[in-house]
């Protein structure tokens, strides 16, 4: 019944459209047309340093709907989500007979915490984004690791060798293919150490040092390892920090009270809070910030009294070290960005379990109360979720709320931006921009950008010196990669000649970003030269052209990059520039090894558009010489 009814509560965003990650990570659709080239896009992954194969698997066979149909991916989705609902009431009915609960009570506290768990609002994002299945297929795994966990784990009393080979199989084989969906996966290391520090007992039939071995190989050592890992990202570089925004120091700060909010919005949802736009988050720049001081110290707390309390109150220790290791890697060190509802996705498992234990392994009585304020909870819930999903499914409405609701969010009025231009609104578009703007008077390519659709309009007039005033204004505007395209969408009006743009004035403008301390990571200056590339060959300077090409094939060496320079220099003249290009991209070749045999596909590509070029010019030569 659950599951129908939280299929209802998602259907109403099936209708939703593409958000701003999803081109990035999932463009390579496009070029799927057949196994060969589904094969070629699973083993071109780039959203994480493991590529996420598995997740790419489920997405090539629907390359169909890309980017036109969103509604064929989203339901998927949804689908994924309802199958990880039965996975987690599965794996906490597993949990509760570990506990040695009654065969009804593991049930019960199973299927009510999965049914809350199915329909956390704070979880839509990670459904209503299509590229956030990675999300929820590697805890698919996750989910399905823990549970053969479990399961081997029942046998201990009765054959213990083969039950701690099957345990160990299943967490390496678990996170393996979680951590190949999406690198987070391997946190089930982390999950189970925590139910087993927590919540379950040494086997009588182990003795107490064969136990510890094996808990420390099969635990400890990958902890320590991750550990060691997240310690190696501080401090963080000044490129980084410029990069970012905010220091090693400021992103622990500004986490810890990331996570009490998390936790907040997860039992307690609001419809305006739970946005996919988060880009304007306060950082906390400071411990003494009272904000800032109270979040660290409630952690501080929480951690102590789960540690102190684990033997007489385990449920909450439980609660506290699944849901901190759930976040230990988008919520610690590594600079990512600072807030995003979907990274929620397992952690909170954890203390919805301890919640929903607490309360039904309670009286008869209070049980009884509790299976019914459980489901009215779930009512409410599911209202909320609706209400959420509702607004996804309808793309302009949502972005204008979204606006609304994060008024200071440069995501928030580039979406709408573009739901406005495409009803053909673009004065409104401009003024959406300006306006938010007023907000980060430091992203001066809004202004950029509300400059190119002003333009359009207004052909008549000559724009050179509003052009030139850009070329200073990039070299200090804040990052985004929005700008490159910007960029890129300058370059196509200076192709048509408008805007007062041509390829000189594209030069000074991708040479104000690479200036631009911001803009100095080595994937970003590689586009923005592969931009400038095409912009010097269609002023006809090949030799600038070339040597764009070479620039980016130095600092960044990705293959759909060195497919597009085999397109940008098709039929553009001698070999020899072909040659330059194969040269650098052989000496290049990436060390990963999937990469390294699509980077060889191009290069043999390259070959024969050289060997082409080659033959149409010596033609040519022969014309001449008749």
Same mark, same amino acid.
């Given at each position: ?5 939280c299929w ?23 070029? %799927? ?11 071109s992954?780039r ?11 489920t997405?090539?066979? !629907? ?5 036109? &149909? ?8 949804i689908?994924?989500?309802?199958? @990880? ?11 509760g007979?570990a506990?040695?609960q ?6 019960a506290?199973?299927?009510?915490s ?5 329909? $956390?609002?704070?979880? #839509?994002?990670s459904?209503?984004?299509v590229?956030?299945?990675?999300t ?11 549970i053969?966990? *479990? ?9 213990p ?10 967490l ?9 969906a999406?690198?987070?996966?391997i *946190? ?8 087993e520090s ?12 064969a ?8 635990f400890?050592?990958?902890? #320590?390892?991750l ?6 990202q ?7 920090v410029l990069h ?5 120091f400021e ?6 009270e ?11 949802? &609001? ?11 306060q950082?906390?720049r &400071?411990l003494?910030?009272? %904000?800032?001081l109270?979040? %660290?110290?409630?952690?501080i707390? #929480?951690?102590?009294?789960a ?6 109150? /385990?449920?909450?220790?439980f609660?506290?070290a ?7 890697l988008e919520s610690?060190?590594i600079p990512l960005?600072l807030?995003?509802e979907?990274?929620n996705?397992? /952690? ?5 379990y301890?919640?929903?234990a607490s309360?039904l392994y309670s ?13 009215g909870?779930?009512l ?8 959420v999903?509702s607004l996804?499914g309808?793309?302009s ?9 994060r ?6 009025a580039?979406k ?5 231009e ?17 907000h @980060? ?10 400059? $190119?659709?002003?333009c ?8 050179t ?8 204004k ?12 910007l ?11 408008e805007?007062?743009?041509?390829a ?21 200056q ?7 590339a095409?912009? #010097? ?13 070479e ?14 320079s085999?397109? =940008?220099?098709?039929?553009?003249g ?13 000496r290049?070749?990436?060390?990963h090894?999937f990469?390294?045999?699509?980077? !060889?596909? !191009? =290069?043999?590509?390259? %070959?024969?558009?050289?060997?082409r ?14």
């Amino acid at each position: 019944m659950a599951l129908v009814v939280c299929w209802f509560a998602y259907a109403p965003g099936i209708t939703g459209s593409l958000q701003f990650d999803d081109r990035a990570n999932l463009e390579g659709l496009a070029d %799927v047309t057949d196994v060969r080239s589904g094969l070629r896009y699973i083993i071109s992954g780039r959203a994480g340093p493991l590529g996420r194969p598995i997740s790419l698997v489920t997405f090539a066979p !629907q390359a169909y709907a890309w980017p036109d &149909s969103p509604d064929v991916l989203l339901r998927t989705n949804i689908l994924i989500h309802l199958l @990880n609902g039965v996975l987690v009431a599965w794996l906490l009915y597993a949990l509760g007979l570990a506990r040695r609960q009654t065969d009804e009570q593991a049930a019960a506290v199973g299927v009510a915490s999965g049914a809350i768990w199915m329909f $956390l609002p704070i979880l #839509a994002s990670s459904s209503m984004t299509v590229v956030q299945r990675m999300t929820t297929l590697s805890a698919s795994f996750v989910l399905m690791g823990g549970i053969a966990y *479990l399961y081997a784990r029942r046998a201990l009393e009765r054959r213990p060798v083969p039950a701690l080979a099957g345990m160990t199989f299943a967490l390496g084989c678990g996170a393996t293919l979680a951590a190949l969906a999406k690198e987070n996966g391997i *946190l089930l290391v982390l999950f189970i150490l925590a139910t087993e520090s927590t919540l379950l007992r040494r086997p009588e039939r182990i003795s107490r040092a064969a136990w510890r071995a094996w808990f420390g190989v099969v635990f400890f050592v990958p902890c #320590a390892v991750l550990v060691a890992f997240l310690a190696t990202q501080l401090p963080y570089s000044e490129e980084v920090v410029l990069h970012r925004g905010f220091t090693g120091f400021e992103r622990l700060v500004t986490q810890a009270e990331v996570l009490w909010k998390y936790l907040f919005l997860s039992f307690l949802p &609001s419809v305006p809070a739970l946005v996919p736009f988060h880009d304007d988050y306060q950082v906390q720049r &400071s411990l003494m910030n009272p %904000v800032a001081l109270l979040a %660290v110290s409630g952690w501080i707390v #929480a951690i102590a009294a789960a540690v102190m309390t684990r033997r007489r109150y /385990p449920l909450f220790g439980f609660a506290v070290a699944w849901y901190l290791a759930g976040h230990l890697l988008e919520s610690s060190s590594i600079p990512l960005e600072l807030y995003f509802e979907h990274r929620n996705y397992v /952690p909170l498992i954890g203390p919805i379990y301890a919640l929903m234990a607490s309360i039904l392994y309670s009286g008869a009585k209070l049980r009884r109360l509790a299976v019914v304020a459980t489901a009215g909870y779930c009512l409410v819930l599911g209202g909320v979720l609706y209400s959420v999903t509702s607004l996804w499914g309808n793309p302009s409405i949502a972005a204008e709320m979204w606006s609304i609701y994060r008024p200071a969010s440069i995501r928030a009025a580039e979406k709408l931006a573009v739901e406005l231009e495409l009803k053909g609104d673009p004065q409104v578009a401009r003024k959406v921009l300006l306006d938010v703007l007023e907000h @980060n008077p430091e992203a001066l390519f809004l202004d950029f950008r509300a400059f $190119l659709i002003q333009c359009q309009r207004e052909d008549e007039f000559d724009h050179t010196d509003t052009v030139r005033s850009y070329e200073d204004k990039l070299r200090s505007t804040s990052f985004s990669y929005a700008s490159i395209g910007l960029l890129t969408m300058s370059h196509l009006l200076a192709q048509r000649g408008e805007c007062g743009l041509d390829a000189a004035a594209v030069r000074r403008l991708g040479n104000s970003l690479m200036l631009n301390p911001l803009y100095r990571a080595p994937a970003i200056q590689h586009d923005i030269h592969m931009v400038l590339a095409q912009a #010097a060959l269609d002023n006809g300077d090949l030799e600038l052209g070339v040597t764009h090409i070479e620039q980016a094939l130095r600092l960044y060496q990705v293959p759909w990059g060195l497919r597009l320079s085999g397109d =940008i220099l098709d039929g553009l003249g001698p070999p020899e520039a072909f040659a330059r290009v194969i040269a650098e991209a052989r000496r290049r070749k990436p060390a990963h090894p999937f990469r390294a045999m699509l980077w !060889q596909e !191009q =290069i043999d590509r390259l %070959v024969d558009l050289e060997r082409r070029a080659r033959n149409g010019w010596a033609s040519t030569q022969g014309a001449g010489v008749r």
